[in-house]
């Protein structure tokens, strides 16, 4: 318990990781005598884009004891249950391949699914397609809500997509309703103590605010971690290229699918995430390949969009970590602490989960830094290896349509972590071994990287001699299993 009463902890920026940190801490330590602070500045001009998360957040809103009911209308959200990704690998004549999230359903299917790979890798012609071993990319390809049924014995795991605006405001309403003041001040010096720490903050009308500890969520701009207690960035430019996005929405759906879609474009990927009162869509690129006004003809174009339809909306992004998460009396949380290209709609999740960690640091060392060096280990490993998956779509790709995927192709800079199990993978080796002796369970699981592998046709030749036998697939009688649950499921609704 801190030692002085009431302990103050100070947020600097709003949005969601703002208000999804001040609502973890107020309900954690809200009998903990623990003040928590919210300063935003009133000017900020935020880009309500569609954005998608991991089932991490479904457990933030059961935490919060906050019902879908309550918010997802509040934020024009839709269930997620499935990434869908199309033309990165033509060469291996997949046109497409899904990412589902697990399901309890799942432990029918998993090893079957695991065993057919290695069958695979070995040669022989059997199925190895996620979307058919996986009961969530079922739900995706029906257009099946995750909701279950009455009556139905497993746990479905799913996601959300939602305005990223919309959820900031409902968050805010709901952290000030519990007791998380809020101000709106526009940060314009930072005073530190003799030790290098931060001891106060100062607005442009002469507002002071002082506090215990700060937490830096004012996205690139880092007016905390970076500006003032000069934290490094490490860029990890020479593994990701992409650093720019356009963003264009169009029209809701009638029927809004359960799944985000990721395609290829010439240098990059586009996104598709459903809500209910539109569609959001983007183009991540790199402006290493291909300028601003180039990518955006390229997005009207993949949309069927003309100039006087749409306003685009441009974006630059800073891909990487900090040196440091955690620094002094400063945690950087969402843009000012890292980023990694949404392709797999990890950013939420990383706040969520880089937030909870250190409150249990934190708390467990009685609301001092004893555990700061073993927390920045452990956010660091994370987004290390969130990279690493991200990296291996690139590294897969078999697209030849221009130099960008030509040179993720080629690039050699790989960690050794994902060196290891790729030629884990190549060698016919157990893969699921070695993730589990790297310890790295927790970041992506072995399901996802047979979805992501096994999706990407990363295989030998067929052998030549094929004894029709050993598909699990076919012998389990999952498909069978599968159809037969899918009835039970309805339509995504209106709430």
């Given at each position: 318990m801190p030692d002085k009463v009431p302990f103050h902890i100070a947020i600097v920026g709003g949005g969601t990781a703002g208000w999804i940190c001040a609502n973890l801490m107020s309900n954690r330590w809200e009998n903990k005598n623990v003040k928590i602070t919210l300063i935003e500045a009133p000017d900020i001009d935020i880009i309500g884009v569609g954005e998608g998360s991991t089932p991490t957040l479904k457990r933030f809103f059961s935490d919060m004891q906050i019902s879908e009911s309550e918010w997802m209308p509040a934020c024009n959200a839709t269930y997620k249950v499935n990434i869908r990704f199309d033309g990165w690998s033509p060469a291996s004549i997949i046109n497409q391949y899904s990412h589902p999230f697990?399901?309890?359903?799942?432990?029918?299917?998993?090893?079957?699914?695991?065993?057919?790979?290695?069958t695979r890798r070995l040669?022989?012609?059997?199925?190895?397609?996620?979307?058919?071993?996986?009961?969530?990319?079922?739900?995706?390809?029906?257009?099946?809500?995750?909701?279950?049924?009455?009556?139905?014995?497993?746990?479905?795991?799913?996601?959300?997509?939602?305005?990223?605006?919309?959820?900031?405001?409902?968050?805010?309403?709901?952290?000030?309703?519990?007791?998380?003041?809020?101000?709106?001040?526009?940060?314009?010096?930072?005073?530190?103590?003799?030790?290098?720490?931060i001891s106060e903050l100062v607005g442009e009308e002469g507002q002071k605010v002082s506090a215990d500890f700060y937490v830096d969520c004012s996205g690139f701009a880092s007016i905390l971690h970076a500006k003032t207690l000069g934290v490094n960035f490490?860029?990890?430019?020479?593994?990701?290229?992409?650093?720019?996005?356009?963003?264009?929405?169009?029209?809701?759906?009638?029927?809004?699918?359960v799944e985000t879609v990721a395609t290829a474009l010439s240098n990059g990927?586009?996104?598709?995430?459903?809500?209910?009162?539109?569609?959001?869509?983007?183009?991540?690129?790199?402006?290493?390949?291909?300028?601003k006004d180039a990518a955006e003809f390229e997005l009207r174009k993949h949309l069927g969009l003309c100039e006087a339809q749409t306003e685009a909306s441009h974006l630059k992004m800073r891909v990487g970590q900090v040196e440091h998460h955690w620094y002094k009396n400063c945690l950087a949380l969402g843009l000012s602490q890292g980023f990694i290209e949404p392709l797999e709609a990890t950013a939420l999740h990383l706040v969520q989960i880089s937030a909870e960690i250190f409150m249990d640091e934190f708390e467990s060392a009685e609301f001092?830094?004893?555990?700061?060096?073993?927390?920045?280990?452990?956010?660091?490993?994370?987004?290390?290896?969130?990279?690493?998956?991200?990296?291996?779509?690139?590294?897969?790709?078999?697209?030849?349509?221009?130099?960008?995927?030509?040179?993720?192709?080629?690039?050699?800079?790989?960690?050794?972590?994902?060196i290891q199990l790729l030629n884990v993978w190549y060698k016919k080796e157990d893969i699921c071994k070695e993730i589990n002796r790297q310890g790295i369970a927790t970041h992506f699981s072995a399901a996802s990287w047979h979805c992501l592998l096994a999706g990407y046709g990363a295989f030998p030749e067929l052998?030549?001699?094929?004894?029709?036998?050993?598909?699990?697939?076919?012998?389990?009688?999952?498909?069978?299993?599968?159809?037969?649950c899918i009835l039970n499921f309805s339509p995504q609704g209106k709430f």
């Open positions: 697990i399901s309890q359903l799942d432990t029918f299917s998993e090893r079957p699914f695991f065993t057919n790979c290695y040669g022989l012609d059997v199925e190895v397609r996620p979307e058919k071993f996986l009961f969530n990319a079922w739900l995706a390809q029906h257009k099946l809500s995750p909701i279950t049924p009455e009556n139905f014995s497993f746990r479905i795991e799913y996601g959300y997509h939602f305005d990223s605006a919309m959820l900031g405001d409902f968050l805010s309403k709901h952290a000030i309703n519990n007791g998380v003041e809020h101000q709106l001040v526009k940060i314009i010096d930072v005073k530190k103590h003799a030790d290098g720490s490490k860029s990890f430019k020479e593994n990701l290229f992409n650093d720019s996005a356009v963003v264009l929405p169009t029209n809701g759906q009638e029927k809004p699918p990927w586009a996104w598709q995430i459903p809500l209910r009162h539109r569609t959001g869509n983007g183009y991540v690129y790199s402006s290493d390949f291909q300028d001092s830094n004893i555990n700061q060096q073993k927390y920045n280990q452990q956010i660091t490993e994370r987004f290390e290896r969130i990279r690493d998956y991200i990296v291996t779509h690139y590294k897969l790709n078999t697209r030849t349509d221009s130099e960008y995927w030509q040179a993720n192709r080629e690039n050699t800079m790989l960690s050794d972590s994902l052998a030549s001699n094929q004894p029709g036998t050993g598909d699990l697939f076919k012998d389990n009688g999952i498909g069978d299993l599968f159809s037969s």
